[in-house]
C-alpha cells in the first residue's frame, strides 16, 4: 500500500513538471523541483559542504551510499528524481532516444535549442535559491543529460558522471564504440567514473571526451556482497532468485524513426527459448518441493514485461513474481542466482551465491556472452538444470561447501576485477576521491 501512494504521488509530480513545460514556466518547474528535494538520508551528510543533486537511479545511488558506508560525506546529496528531466525532454524532444542522440534531421537542432534554453531558466532559479555545486548522473548517453551538460558548463554546475554501464560482451564491445562515436554528441560534463577497464578504453578510443576526464572507479557496492553472510540453516528453504533477461543495447533495436540509425552489427545469444524453458523448469520444482524450495522471478522495473508463459501456466505458491528497479536486496536474501548477461551474475558472485547460467539453444559462443566460466555453473540443457537445482535443494552442505573449491575462487576474482574493478575492496576509496577532490 505505501509503494501504491508513493507511486501516485510521483505520478502527480511528474504531471506538474509537464504542465510548467505546457504553460512554458522555468520558475513553476524550478518551484515544484525544490519543492520535492530530498537529503539521502543513509549518507551521512557534511552539515556545511557543497551541495549536489543525485539524479537517481537505483543502482547507481546505491554505488554512492555504499561508498559512503563507513565514512561521512564532505558534501550534501539530495536526490532528485530522474524522471524528472526525463518529463521534461519528452516534452522537447519526442522522437530521439538513449544512445542514439546525434540528429539527422533538421527539426531536432530547434527541438535541442528549446530544450536547453527552458533547462537554462529552470537550474538559473534552482542555484540562486539553493546553491547547488554540482549535479550527478549515472549515464554519459542519457538523451536528457546531453543538454544538461551544456547548461551545467554555462552556469558553472559541475556535472560529474558515474557511468554505471558497462559490463558488455566482446560483440557488445565492437558495437558500443561505434555507437558512443557516430551516434552521439561529444561529453561537456567535468568528469566520468567508470566500473571497469573495458569501458574506460571504450570511450577514450571513441574519443567522445578525454583521456584526463576519465576515471576508474570500480563497483563500491562489491564491498557489501562481500560481507553478506550464508543464509544457508538445516532447516530453511532454499531461496532462489531468477533474473528476467532484458535485451540489451547493441543487440535489439527496433526503429521507429528514420532518424534512428541502427548500427548493431555483432549480436549477442537471444536468451528468449532458454528463459521460457527455464521457468517452466523451476515451476516444476517448484511444485515437487513445495516446503524446501521459494523462487522470486524478478522482472526489471519500467523496463520490460513478463514473459507470456506466466499468462499459459498456473503459478504455485512458492514462485513469486516481483517488480523492482534494484537487484540489491534479492541478492541479499537469496542462496542460488540465475540470470544472463548481467551485473547480476558478477554480484552473485561477490555475494558467494551459487551462480548458475542455463543456455538450452546450442554451445555458448562467449564471443557473444558474459565470460564467466570457471565460477558461474553453465547448464546446457533443461534435464542437467533441474538435476542440479534439485542437488542444492536435497543437499545443503553442497550450497555451503561450494566456495572452498580454490580454483572457483580464483576465477571468481578474475571474474570480479574484470567487470567491477573491484577484487581488492577499495573502490569505495576510489568512489570518495571521486566525488571529493579536484572538484
Known amino acids: 500500500m505505501k509503494i501504491f501512494f508513493k507511486t501516485i504521488i510521483l505520478n502527480f509530480f511528474f504531471q506538474l513538471i509537464y504542465l510548467g513545460c505546457v504553460i512554458d514556466s522555468p520558475k513553476f518547474v524550478s518551484l515544484i523541483i525544490r519543492l520535492s528535494l530530498r537529503k539521502i538520508k543513509l549518507i551521512n551528510n557534511s552539515l556545511k559542504g557543497k551541495k549536489f543533486l543525485v539524479l537517481h537511479k537505483a543502482n547507481g545511488t546505491e554505488e554512492i551510499i555504499n561508498a559512503y558506508r563507513k565514512k561521512k560525506s564532505k558534501n550534501i546529496y539530495y536526490e532528485l528524481k530522474r524522471n524528472t528531466l526525463k518529463t521534461i525532454c519528452n516534452y522537447f524532444i519526442k522522437d530521439l532516444i538513449d544512445y542514439n542522440y546525434k540528429s539527422y534531421l533538421k527539426e531536432h537542432d530547434q527541438k535541442k535549442s528549446d530544450y536547453r534554453m527552458f533547462l537554462e531558466k529552470v537550474f538559473t532559479d534552482i542555484k540562486s535559491k539553493e546553491q547547488i555545486y554540482g549535479i550527478i548522473n549515472f549515464n554519459i548517453f542519457y538523451k536528457s543529460d546531453f543538454e544538461l551538460a551544456k ?176 537487484s540489491f536486496w534479492h541478492l541479499k536474501n537469496s542462496d542460488v542466482v540465475i540470470s544472463y548477461n548481467s551485473s547480476t551474475l558478477i554480484e552473485g558472485l561477490a555475494a558467494k551465491k551459487i551462480v548458475v547460467m ?25 534435464h542437467d538444470f533441474k538435476k542440479y537445482i534439485e542437488k542444492i535443494i536435497t543437499s545443503k552442505k553442497y550450497l555451503s561447501d561450494f566456495y572452498k573449491n580454490r580454483k572457483i575462487m580464483r576465477s571468481r576474482k578474475r571474474i570480479i576485477q574484470k567487470y567491477f574493478f573491484n577484487s581488492d575492496g577499495k573502490a569505495d576509496i576510489r568512489m570518495l576521491n571521486f566525488l571529493e577532490k579536484n572538484i
Open 151 to 326: 547548461v551545467c558548463k554555462k552556469l558553472n554546475i559541475k556535472l560529474i558522471t558515474f557511468h554505471k554501464e558497462g559490463i558488455s560482451t566482446p560483440n557488445q564491445s565492437e558495437n558500443l564504440i561505434r555507437i558512443y562515436k557516430n551516434l552521439n554528441d561529444k561529453y561537456l560534463g567535468f568528469k566520468v567514473g567508470v566500473t571497469n577497464l573495458e569501458e574506460k578504453k571504450r570511450i577514450t578510443k571513441s574519443k567522445i571526451c578525454k583521456l584526463n576526464q576519465v576515471y576508474l572507479i570500480g563497483s563500491p557496492k562489491i564491498n557489501y556482497f562481500y560481507n553478506l553472510r550464508s543464509n544457508v540453516k538445516e532447516n530453511s528453504k532454499i531461496s532462489i532468485v531468477f533474473f528476467q533477461y532484458t535485451k540489451k543495447r547493441g543487440n535489439f533495436l527496433k526503429a521507429k524513426s528514420k532518424n534512428i540509425y541502427k548500427d548493431y552489427r555483432k549480436r549477442d545469444h537471444d536468451w528468449d527459448s532458454t528463459e521460457t524453458k527455464t521457468i517452466k523448469s523451476l515451476i516444476d520444482i517448484c511444485k515437487k518441493f513445495k516446503k524446501e524450495v521459494q523462487v522470486v522471478f524478478k522482472i526489471r522495473e519500467n523496463t520490460w514485461i513478463k514473459p507470456n508463459i506466466f499468462e499459459r501456466v498456473k503459478i504455485p505458491d512458492n514462485f513469486k513474481l516481483i517488480s523492482s528497479a534494484s
Open 358 to 382: 542455463p543456455y538450452f539453444s546450442k554451445k555458448i559462443d562467449w564471443n557473444r556472452s558474459l565470460d564467466v566460466r570457471g565460477a558461474v555453473k553453465v547448464t546446457t540443457n533443461q
